[in-house]
Antibody, heavy 121, light 108 residues
Framework: EVQLVESGGGLVQPGRSLRLSCTAS????????MSWVRQAPGKGLEWVGF??????????EYAASVKGRFTISRDDSKSIAYLQMNSLKTDDTAVYSC????????????WGQGTLVTVSS | EIVLTQSPGTLSLSPGDRATLSCRAS???????LAWYQQKPGQAPRLLIY???SRATGIPDRFSGSGSGTDFTLTISRLEPEDFAVYYC?????????FGQGTKVEIK
């Protein structure tokens, strides 16, 4: 059974950093792209970015709203994907979820329950 | 970035009704790489449709997707009580994936 569990959320001040983790199980982690999606309270889904598998170069793509501030990485030996968030803004307040879809990260079949990040002074 | 615009924002219908949800893209979606999701309060999204018209595993056949280019539709042929939820479209034709803003299907 595919399982995705996010951790690392919490309350952080504007301008500070936070790193989220997504621990995966139930599949060969290294074979799949991993994505991050966020949802602000009462709002819709917003794609944050994804990291390709090593077979596809391990490269990353980001939404314009986070590019240059957020970095996605992966540790295939631990089956963990990370979301490093720097220069946080109040608009980044959301539930952050990791997701797995096809091997090249097209659509999203499996989702974690998410971790809440609150950016506030 | 491809912007997806969903309409209507809210659809008020009764169980047994037919629901038609629209998703329009700001530019053509390559190879009809469009997916639909259902989300209920407090739950993760559930994949319904991929490739514009292919149902995901375990999705009832009352859900169907159609369209190409810039115009896509999700149809629920006869609404069941469990279908009242928010629906999102998502394109993956571009390396920068995007979601629509969602359509809420509520009980009339």
């Amino acid at each position: 059974e595919v399982q995705l569990v996010e951790s690392g959320g919490g309350l952080v001040q504007p301008g500070r950093s936070l790193r989220l983790s997504c621990t995966a199980s139930g599949f060969t982690f290294g074979d799949y792209a991993m994505s991050w999606v966020r949802q602000a309270p009462g709002k819709g889904l917003e794609w944050v970015g994804f990291i390709r598998s090593k077979a596809y170069g391990g490269t990353t793509e980001y939404a314009a709203s986070v590019k240059g501030r957020f970095t996605i990485s992966r540790d295939d030996s631990k089956s963990i994907a990370y979301l490093q968030m720097n220069s946080l803004k109040t608009d980044d307040t959301a539930v952050y979820s990791c997701s797995r879809g096809t091997m090249i990260g097209q659509y999203f079949q499996y989702w974690g329950q998410g971790t809440l990040v609150t950016v506030s002074s | 970035e491809i912007v997806l615009t969903q309409s209507p924002g809210t659809l008020s219908l009764s169980p047994g009704d037919r629901a038609t949800l629209s998703c329009r893209a700001s530019q053509s979606v390559t190879s009809s790489y469009l997916a639909w999701y259902q989300q209920k309060p407090g739950q993760a999204p559930r994949l319904l449709i991929y490739g514009a018209s292919s149902r995901a595993t375990g999705i009832p056949d009352r859900f169907s997707g159609s369209g190409s280019g810039t115009d896509f539709t999700l149809t629920i042929s006869r609404l069941e009580p469990e279908d009242f939820a928010v629906y999102y479209c998502q394109q993956y034709g571009s390396s920068i994936r995007t979601f629509g803003q969602g359509t809420k299907v509520e009980i009339k």
